[in-house]
């Protein structure tokens, strides 16, 4: 009988993470379930990688909707998900509750043990947690059954799923209007993540850059996380800020490729962007894990906070945009892909 395995999408990151293992399990024969979450850019993500999916539920926007969301969620799609082998998933407490309830095994993938909340709701009902070789195993062990869950380590980052196979095209700059090395791409933070304390300082230095890169003749190219963010309000009738459309979404290993900078609020689209050559600049409030191992392997990835900081590496980068792109693509041939982690534990849980 064909193994079925079931994957669950809750944000852009992990569309392109989950939809690009999806298709590499099914091309290994796997029966693939994936199901997503209506959120930012996560639909238009999985539209544009051509797979199929199953939307089910949305984003609560404060605790009491994000409660009310969840329990939604976990009816729709148990009337989806029926039977399964095993879910796959980012920590989720509402997929996790469901394989837990249903007695089927659940393979956590992470690099966020920085994200406290679902990281307690999800990983101690988790059979295996799969996580980069950068990441200490004791800052995942604090949520777990150490006797109970199996911790499986592979040599790379997740982005490396979606991007060891990357070809650069200039042909998604024709069609966005773009100038190679002419723009910049800004993404504000996850300010209602749970992780997240100190939004008010974030928000002013991304105006405050963005302004400053206007000044300088770059176009911006902005994605929101939330339809009432306020920098996209602010900036909208702005020459040269281009937000792309939520219904769309954008190619973005091709975006940040061509990128003179990238500059997140975040983590994913740094490391995204520092694998295929572009500088990545993390306005994270926390130094990460896999962000600093990236930058010890010689990738081109920083977190600051500092405006001047900020501007003075750029202005030292710009002067050879190129300087890091053919040793980027070389090291990231040397990484793994997690999905080598997963197919790993699912031969020790016997799934497989």
């Not at 407490?93 to 679902?118: C, E, K, N, V």
């Not at 003075?312 to 999905?339: A, F, G, M, R, W």
Request: charge should be neutral.
């Amino acid at each position: 009988m064909v193994t079925k395995l079931w994957l669950d999408v809750l944000t852009p990151k992990q569309a392109m993470l989950f939809g690009s293992i999806y298709k590499e399990l099914v091309s290994q024969g796997y029966n693939v379930l994936l199901t997503a979450r209506d959120y930012d850019y996560t639909i238009a993500t999985l539209k544009q990688l051509n797979i199929d999916f199953v939307v089910v539920g949305r984003y609560g926007h404060d605790l009491k909707s994000k409660l009310i969301e969840e329990s939604k969620r976990i009816i729709f799609l148990l009337d989806i998900v029926e039977s399964f082998d095993a879910l796959v998933a980012y920590p989720n407490p509402t997929a996790a509750r469901i394989a837990f309830g249903l007695q089927r095994p659940y393979i956590a993938l992470t690099d966020s043990p920085h994200s406290i909340a679902p990281s307690k709701l999800s990983l101690p009902l988790a059979s295996a947690v799969v996580i980069s070789s950068c990441i200490p195993k004791k800052s995942i062990e604090r949520y777990i059954d150490k006797d109970e869950t199996y911790i499986i380590q592979f040599n790379g980052v997740d982005e490396v799923q979606w991007l060891k196979d990357f070809k650069p095209s200039r042909d998604y700059l024709k069609l966005l209007g773009l100038e190679e090395y002419g723009y910049i791409v800004v993404r504000p933070p996850e300010i209602r993540a749970s992780y997240y304390k100190d939004k008010t300082s974030v928000i002013e230095l991304i105006k405050k850059l963005i302004n400053y890169f206007l000044s300088q003749g770059f176009s911006i190219v902005y994605m929101p996380r939330y339809h009432d963010d306020e920098i996209a309000t602010e900036f909208y009738n702005a020459r040269n800020f281009i937000i792309p459309s939520r219904d769309v979404g954008v190619k973005g290993s091709q975006l940040l490729y061509y990128a003179a900078v990238v500059v997140t609020g975040g983590g994913t689209m740094a490391r995204e962007a520092s694998l295929v050559g572009t500088l990545g600049i993390s306005l994270f409030p926390q130094e990460l894990y896999v962000d600093t191992c990236l930058q010890n392997m010689g990738f081109p990835i920083i977190h600051s906070i500092s405006f001047s900081e900020i501007i003075e590496k750029i202005k030292d980068v710009v002067k050879d945009v190129d300087k890091y792109k053919k040793s980027s693509l070389t090291i990231l041939q040397s990484l793994e892909k997690p999905v080598t982690g997963i197919v790993k534990a699912l031969k020790i849980l016997n799934v497989i």
